[in-house]
C-alpha cells in the first residue's frame, strides 16, 4: 500500500508563502495524476490543485495565480508552492491521486493569521 507523508505547513502571516511537500512510497507514483486537497475547520474536503502525468495543471478559482503545483518522479514527490497566502488558506493541506485512491496521509497544517 502506498504511504503519503505531507510536510512543510505552518504558521504564516498574510501574504507570505510556504512550500508544502509529499513523498509517496511505492513505485506507482509516476503513472498517476497528483493532487493536492485540503480541509478547513467545519469544511469538507476539496481539491486545490491538480496535475496530470504530462504534467499539465489545474486550479481551483480561489487559488489561481497564487499556488503552483509542481511533481519530482524521480523523488516520487509532488510540491504545492503556495503565495500571497490568505487567511482563508488555513487547512490542513493534503496530497493524494486524482481522484483519491490511496490512503490518506496524516496531512499538513497551514495557518495563515497575523
Known amino acids: 500500500q502506498v504511504q503519503l507523508v505531507e510536510s512543510g505547513g505552518g504558521l504564516v502571516q498574510p501574504g507570505g508563502s510556504l512550500r508544502l511537500s509529499c513523498a509517496a512510497s511505492?513505485?506507482?507514483?509516476?503513472?498517476?495524476?497528483m493532487a493536492w486537497y485540503r480541509q478547513a475547520p467545519g469544511k469538507q474536503r476539496e481539491l486545490v490543485a491538480a496535475?496530470?502525468?504530462?504534467?499539465?495543471?489545474n486550479y481551483t478559482d480561489s487559488v489561481k495565480g497564487r499556488f503552483t503545483i509542481s511533481r519530482d518522479n524521480a523523488k516520487n514527490t509532488v510540491y504545492l508552492q503556495m503565495n500571497s497566502l490568505k487567511p482563508e488558506d488555513t487547512a490542513v493541506y493534503y496530497c493524494?491521486?486524482?481522484?483519491?485512491?490511496?490512503?490518506w496521509g496524516q496531512g499538513t497544517q497551514v495557518t495563515v493569521s497575523s
Open positions: 493524494n491521486t486524482n481522484p483519491p485512491l490511496w490512503h
Open positions: 496535475i496530470r502525468r504530462t504534467s499539465i495543471t
Open positions: 511505492g513505485s506507482s507514483f509516476s503513472k498517476n495524476g
